[in-house]
């Protein structure tokens, strides 16, 4: 669907406030809007009225909710399987060995690494993220073909999505000749430093964490490590880390990816670290596992910590589930939480499009407003809390004004 660079979205569903009924539950109230877009920002919001005069030509909404797009936070578009036959997954008895097994495949995959990944964005644009934080191996298997593949994918996207590359050692930053092949990924296009398990797969948590910071310093780039290293060990890495991001003065540019450890220690020693963590500005991403301990997302977003979703690698020799929707995986945690009101279910759609929400917790509008990029899912739902209950079909995904996937017409 091709759109004029200024142009009305009409009746369009957007939320207004809470409503309070006797027995003091909640219902969310909504409208139909009519939107000015105008090169890609909302430029103006009115309310629907008989008297409504729209001086541009139009497309209508068809009275579908919208909501904000989403933004997925962490995945291996270099990984998949898809578009290639079906295979479950090789059984292995610990991590070693699944890294070894993902090694003898590298080789193989890196050919089509450009085709798996085009699918894999296709997927994930469908189910309305327009934003994808990717981790690419940089490994001494392959070196850095799996970059120049998902450079290419990422490049066929431009104009309908944003993008980071983070330059991500699978096999262990210290090794061979991993720290060189980091920095010319670097060099070559990715945005972000990477890391992993600097106890259970480096085996040196300092010197790792150090190699890391140096590259991330060098290049002035932010960094993201994988942490699945549990219990006191990775407590233990994550306040090494912060020591180093301190000081670096690298405030609002770190992340830490899984941090199983922190829903494994004592609770107050969850809350400590969740003040260290808001005083650096440490982001957590977390993929919603059900077979992990999940870092305390509602006691980090209490304490003002960033957090993120992401879908994690999907259909790989890692795993053979998923399906690219983070909305699934805030539905996943809603429900894991027992988040059923209508404010906790509104509420939570943060987690999905990275922090904004049609209401305040209070229920004042927040989005859309006058200035923001016309982003924009539409959802066949009557508010977000139904959105997340029950993971609506996304019929359509607008980004800076143009229909990106699906159809209003």
């Given at each position: 669907?091709?759109?004029?660079?200024?142009?009305?979205?009409?009746?369009?569903?957007?939320?207004?406030?809470?409503?309070?009924?006797?027995?003091?539950?909640?219902?969310?109230?909504?409208?139909?809007?009519?939107?000015?877009?105008?090169?890609?920002?909302?430029?103006?919001?009115?309310?629907?009225?008989?008297?409504?005069?729209?001086?541009?030509?139009?497309?209508?909404?068809?009275?579908?909710?919208?909501?904000?797009?989403?933004?997925?936070?962490?995945?291996?578009?270099?990984?998949?399987?898809?578009?290639?036959?079906?295979?479950?997954?090789?059984?292995?008895?610990?991590?070693?060995?699944?890294?070894?097994?993902?090694?003898?495949?590298?080789?193989?995959?890196?050919?089509?690494?450009?085709?798996?990944?085009?699918?894999?964005?296709?997927?994930?644009?469908?189910?309305?993220?327009?934003?994808?934080?990717?981790?690419?191996?940089?490994?001494?298997?392959?070196?850095?073909?799996?970059?120049?593949?998902?450079?290419?994918?990422?490049?066929?996207?431009?104009?309908?999505?944003?993008?980071?590359?983070?330059?991500?050692?699978?096999?262990?930053?210290?090794?061979?000749?991993?720290?060189?092949?980091?920095?010319?990924?670097?060099?070559?296009?990715?945005?972000?430093?990477?890391?992993?398990?600097?106890?259970?797969?480096?085996?040196?948590?300092?010197?790792?964490?150090?190699?890391?910071?140096?590259?991330?310093?060098?290049?002035?780039?932010?960094?993201?490590?994988?942490?699945h290293d549990s219990?006191?060990?990775?407590?233990?890495?994550?306040?090494?880390?912060?020591?180093?991001?301190?000081?670096?003065?690298?405030?609002?540019?770190?992340?830490?990816?899984?941090?199983?450890?922190?829903?494994?220690?004592?609770?107050?020693?969850?809350?400590?670290?969740?003040?260290?963590?808001?005083?650096?500005?440490i982001a957590i991403?977390?993929?919603?596992?059900?077979?992990?301990?999940?870092?305390?997302?509602?006691?980090?977003?209490?304490?003002?910590?960033?957090?993120?979703?992401?879908?994690?690698?999907?259909?790989?020799?890692?795993?053979?589930?998923?399906?690219?929707d983070i909305l699934?995986?805030?539905?996943?945690?809603?429900?894991?939480?027992?988040?059923?009101?209508?404010?906790?279910?509104?509420?939570?759609?943060?987690?999905?499009?990275?922090?904004?929400?049609?209401?305040?917790?209070?229920?004042?509008?927040?989005?859309?407003?006058?200035?923001?990029?016309?982003?924009?899912?539409?959802?066949?739902?009557?508010?977000?809390?139904?959105?997340?209950?029950?993971?609506?079909?996304?019929?359509?995904?607008?980004?800076?004004?143009?229909?990106?996937?699906?159809?209003?017409?």
């Open positions: 669907m091709n759109t004029p660079s200024v142009f009305w979205l009409t009746n369009i569903k957007l939320e207004t406030g809470f409503e309070q009924a006797e027995d003091g539950s909640f219902q969310t109230k909504a409208e139909l809007f009519h939107l000015k877009i105008e090169n890609g920002i909302i430029s103006d919001v009115q309310k629907k009225s008989e008297n409504s005069i729209l001086h541009a030509p139009a497309v209508d909404a068809k009275g579908l909710l919208g909501i904000p797009t989403f933004r997925e936070m962490h995945n291996h578009l270099d990984k998949t399987y898809l578009t290639l036959n079906w295979k479950a997954c090789k059984p292995v008895k610990n991590l070693t060995e699944r890294l070894k097994h993902e090694a003898t495949e590298l080789e193989e995959l890196a050919g089509s690494v450009k085709q798996r990944a085009g699918k894999m964005i296709e997927t994930i644009l469908a189910n309305g993220s327009t934003h994808i934080r990717t981790h690419v191996n940089i490994d001494p298997f392959i070196g850095l073909k799996n970059l120049e593949g998902i450079r290419e994918a990422l490049d066929e996207y431009r104009g309908k999505l944003t993008y980071e590359i983070v330059a991500f050692p699978q096999h262990g930053l210290l090794r061979e000749d991993v720290p060189s092949l980091m920095k010319e990924a670097m060099r070559m296009g990715a945005h972000i430093v990477g890391g992993l398990d600097p106890a259970g797969i480096d085996k040196k948590v300092e010197a790792s964490l150090y190699e890391m910071m140096n590259i991330a310093t060098e290049f002035d780039a932010d960094v993201d490590i994988h942490l219990g006191h060990v990775g407590f233990y890495t994550i306040d090494k880390l912060a020591e180093m991001v301190e000081d670096a003065k690298w405030h609002h540019r770190a992340a830490i990816s899984h941090a199983f450890c922190l829903g494994d220690v004592p609770s107050q020693q969850a809350d400590d670290m969740a003040d260290r963590l808001s005083e650096l500005d991403m977390s993929t919603i596992p059900i077979t992990k301990s999940l870092p305390p997302i509602e006691l980090l977003d209490q304490k003002g910590v960033r957090v993120y979703l992401g879908c994690d690698g999907f259909y790989d020799s890692w795993g053979p589930f998923g399906n690219g699934e995986k805030v539905t996943r945690y809603c429900e894991l939480y027992r988040r059923i009101d209508e404010k906790s279910l509104a509420y939570s759609l943060k987690w999905a499009t990275g922090g904004p929400t049609a209401l305040t917790a209070e229920g004042k509008l927040a989005w859309p407003k006058k200035g923001d990029e016309a982003n924009i899912v539409f959802a066949d739902a009557v508010a977000s809390s139904e959105v997340v209950a029950r993971t609506t079909k996304r019929e359509a995904v607008m980004f800076r004004g143009k229909v990106v996937s699906g159809a209003l017409a």
